[in-house]
């Protein structure tokens, strides 16, 4: 195996939701990058989730990908796939692949998402947990275990999310052990599923972070642990479908990994990073 930059991204969104591009022109711009592969993970439908697809869309948003793939077949080799929020009773059935990933978390007579904004998530943490950061940080990471516990997903999505408006440690203090913690025992269950653990690059071609997600500590922990990692670019911009990809295995090897996953068609292949 020689070194290699995955030619493959499985977690894009379109105009269906909250993507700037439709399917076809993100096919397009993944043909310009010479990709083989290109999966559409648009967001499940949620009732509490103002981001996710109307239910009357996933049947349009199933037959597009559909159609593109007929129409593409011997160019690049595209996959129907979900990104579902845990607590999403959306069907996932019919599917080349899915992404299991946490946005939400149960409070009061809702739900409250912990990546929408900064003041959101403060206001949820005064709300919710007393002004208690590290609670509201350490039940991000229970549902994250028990998503992992509970999904058939193949790929786990984004599983540090919490850290999306803290990259200048403003918030806390992801070395605190009240933090550091929970999130390294969610870092070796993710790992233990043998589902594959997504580094996503997404916040950073959206301008929020400068480093993929999860960080350096759990992807050290995934890597002690055994896991497989993939890296996606969370892409709802076809500027972006490999934004941050050598960047993002370059912070893979530094953490120890030799290897990464990557869909060919709907086949899981390693690769060498
Ligand atoms: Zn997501
Ligand atoms: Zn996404």
Not at 66 to 93: C, M, N, Q, T
Not at 140 to 152: H, K
Not at 164 to 181: M, Q, T, V
Request: proline share 3%.
């Amino acid at each position: 195996m020689k070194n290699y930059q995955s030619k493959s991204n499985v977690h894009s969104h379109t105009t269906f939701v909250d993507g700037r591009d439709s399917a076809e022109e993100m096919v397009q711009a993944a043909l310009a990058l010479g990709f083989h592969t290109l999966g559409f993970s648009e967001h499940a439908h949620a009732d509490y989730d103002d981001c996710s697809m109307a239910p009357d869309q996933a049947p349009l948003y199933r037959a597009e990908v559909l159609r593109l793939r007929e129409k593409y077949r011997r160019r690049i080799d595209i996959l129907l796939g979900l990104e579902h929020d845990w607590f999403s009773p959306a069907d996932v059935d019919g599917l080349d692949y899915y992404i299991e990933s946490v946005h939400y978390l149960p409070a009061g007579e809702g739900y409250f998402s912990v990546d929408w904004t900064r003041p959101k998530l403060e206001a949820a943490r005064d709300a919710f947990y007393g002004g208690d950061i590290y609670a509201l940080c350490r039940d991000y990471f229970n549902t994250v275990c028990a998503s992992i516990e509970g999904t058939r997903a193949q790929i786990l999505g984004h599983i540090e999310l919490v850290m999306k408006f803290n990259e200048k440690r403003d918030l806390f203090d992801d070395a605190d052990a009240r933090y550091l913690g929970p999130a390294l025992e969610c870092a070796t269950l993710a790992a233990k599923s043998g589902r594959l653990v997504e580094i996503n690059t997404g916040a950073v071609a959206r301008g929020h972070r400068t480093q993929p997600c999860p960080g350096e500590a759990m992807l050290r922990r995934v890597r002690e642990a055994g896991g497989r990692i993939i890296i996606t670019s969370d892409c709802h911009n076809s500027d972006f479908l490999d934004c941050h990809f050598s960047e993002a295995a370059e912070l893979a090897r530094a953490c120890g990994f030799k290897t990464a996953w990557e869909y060919r068609g709907v086949e899981q292949v390693e690769y060498r990073l």
